[in-house]
C-alpha cells in the first residue's frame, strides 16, 4: 500500500519548487487594491470609514465650541483633515485614497460647511442691542447735551 501524500517523502526537486515560490511576490495592481469592494466591506474598511465619520463629528460639532475637551477634538480633527501626510497608514489622505475619496475635494467641503456652521453659531450668539430705557436716554441727553449748554 502507497503512503499518502502527505506522508511521501519529498525529492530535492520537490523541494526547489515549494521554496522557490515562497519568495515569489503576489502581483497585485492598484486598481485591485484601491477597487471598492462589494458586500460587507473588510474589517481595515470599516475601520477607516468610521475614523472619518467621527474626525467629520469633532471637526463640525465642537467647532465653536468653549469645553477644553471638545475644543481639543476639534483642533486634532482640523489638523488631521489639513494634514498632507502619506507616511501613517490612517492619515487623511490614506484614508481618502483607500476608500476612493478626492482628498482635496472632502477637504474643501468639510472645512466650507465648518465655516458656515462657525458663522451661523457666531451670529446667533451675538448679544442683543441694549434696550433704551429712560435712564439711559437721560444720560445719553445729558452728555450730549451737557456740553453746550
Not at 484601491?34 to 473588510?42: C, H, K, Q, S, V
Not at 448679544?127 to 447735551?145: I, L, W, Y
Request: aromatic share 8%.
Amino acid at each position: 500500500m502507497a503512503a499518502p501524500p502527505s506522508a511521501r517523502w519529498a525529492t530535492q526537486d520537490d523541494t526547489m519548487d515549494s521554496e522557490s515560490q515562497i519568495f515569489e511576490p503576489d502581483v497585485v495592481l492598484a486598481p485591485d487594491f484601491y477597487a471598492p469592494r462589494t458586500g460587507l466591506p473588510d474589517p481595515e474598511r470599516s475601520l477607516m470609514i468610521a475614523v472619518l465619520e467621527e474626525a467629520s463629528r469633532c471637526l463640525l460639532n465642537y467647532c465653536t465650541s468653549i469645553d477644553r475637551k471638545q475644543r481639543q477634538l476639534y483642533e486634532e480633527a482640523r489638523d488631521w483633515f489639513a494634514s498632507e501626510d502619506y507616511e501613517h497608514l490612517y492619515s487623511y489622505e490614506n484614508v481618502c485614497h483607500v476608500l476612493g475619496i478626492d482628498p482635496a475635494y472632502l477637504r474643501r467641503r468639510i472645512f466650507a460647511v465648518r465655516d458656515r456652521r462657525a458663522a451661523s453659531t457666531a451670529s446667533s450668539r451675538r448679544p442683543e442691542p441694549a434696550v433704551a430705557t429712560d435712564t439711559n436716554r437721560k444720560v445719553g441727553m445729558t452728555a450730549s447735551h451737557g456740553a453746550s449748554g
